[in-house]
């Protein structure tokens, strides 16, 4: 590609990094930067208020000169900016590398993709598919499955490109996880009065069986999938007591839990043994479940094909991205530059080689997979 056009692809970049759209704010102003890029599509907005009332909006788009079945698509919003010692939201390039908050997860990959598919032939140009919240819980990309008139009605796509940072790696398929909410409830007092009723003596027994079960996920081969690095699916909890000191009886004691897990493995034990345990130790249980993990065979058409375009042998991951909503339409497969170790971490950046590289493979991926 031109070097007209790496100056563009920067250009966006940039103006992508300066807007603050982390999860909790709105994302209406990068929105509109997009909006503005894409000036000469049809663009569908699909805005919706998320659980604290921010409004939210989301952009499919597509060029109706297009014939393209192919969509590439994207998160707006970031991580916060935790542990940030200069402001994150200025583009800095130093080293071969270009930093910034969501320069690679993941407005380095957009404004690639952006920049490849506005330098296509109109007839060629994918639909391009923009999202909010999916680092806070992926309402997003549920409001664009479940609403757009564009996706399933319109131009349904019969592939999605996810381009989550993926070190230009092509991912076939991914973990998912189901989010366990649990809740023990006590009376809150003064521990000196002997009037309170501690909430942890509910939950220690809760968190006895989710150790154990969380040992034996790892160390019993036979629920292990050996396609994944870790080949177990991991079970995570953290505890919240609300800040409680030590000379008070704690009131609420909340644990959250996420379980990965891959298509080959059945989740429903897990769940019928975290169910029992809430159950028998009093504990008050919420489950959240995404869609089914989005794994296509490595001998299916489109991975054979994007394997030929992109040269390399397509994997599977353990990260999570918006293909297990997107699958609900269409196959999807995960491609992208920069490198998932970079993602949500104060020295966050992309190398200039792959956001530059990514270009040319997205203008492939374009012209020769669908």
């Known amino acids: ?24 704010v709105s994302n209406l102003e990068i929105a509109d930067l997009i909006s503005n890029e894409l000036s000469n599509w049809e663009l569908e907005f699909i805005d919706y208020l998320d659980n604290r009332g921010v409004k939210k909006r989301n952009i499919v788009a597509h060029n109706p000169a297009s014939v393209s079945a192919l969509a590439f698509a994207g998160h707006l919003d970031t991580v916060p900016d935790t542990g940030w010692t200069r402001n994150p939201f200025e583009l800095v390039i130093e080293g071969g590398r270009i930093a910034g908050l969501g320069t690679t997860d993941m407005k380095g990959p957009i404004a690639a993709f952006i920049t490849a598919t506005k330098s296509l032939d109109p007839v060629a140009q994918p639909i391009l598919v923009f999202t909010a919240d999916e680092e806070a819980g992926k309402q997003g990309v549920r409001e664009v499955v479940a609403r757009s008139e564009i996706l399933n009605r319109l131009k349904p796509p019969t592939c999605f490109v996810v381009a989550e940072p993926t070190d230009l790696g092509l991912v076939r398929g991914h973990r998912v996880d189901i989010q366990f909410i649990a809740h023990a409830k006590g009376i809150q007092a003064h521990s000196s009065t002997g009037k309170g009723k501690n909430a942890n003596i ?16 790892r160390r019993d081969v036979a629920l292990h999938d050996i396609q994944y690095d870790p080949p177990f699916c991991d079970l995570n909890f953290v505890i919240d007591n609300y800040g409680a000191f030590p ?120 012209l020769h997979l669908v």
């Open 1 to 24: 590609m031109q070097t007209l056009q790496y100056d563009s692809a920067l250009k966006l970049l940039k103006g992508l990094v300066s807007i603050d759209s982390r999860s909790f």
């Open 202 to 217: 509910s939950l220690v027994p809760f968190l006895s069986d989710l150790r154990d079960l969380h040992l034996r996920l």
């Open 247 to 366: 000379n008070t009886t704690v009131g609420l004691a909340t644990c959250l839990v996420k379980f990965r897990y891959s298509k080959s493995f059945d989740p429903e034990f897990v769940m019928k043994e975290i169910r029992d345990s809430a159950s028998a130790h009093g504990v008050e249980l919420t489950i959240k479940m995404e869609a089914p993990p989005p794994e296509l065979d490595k001998r299916h058409s489109l991975v054979t094909a994007a394997e030929r375009i992109l040269g390399c042998c397509a994997c599977v991951s353990g990260l999570g991205t918006e293909a297990s909503e997107y699958s609900k339409l269409a196959p999807c497969l995960i491609y992208g530059p920069g490198h998932i170790e970079c993602a949500h971490m104060p020295t966050e950046y992309i190398e200039e080689e792959q956001f530059y590289r990514s270009m040319e493979t997205f203008r492939n991926l374009a």
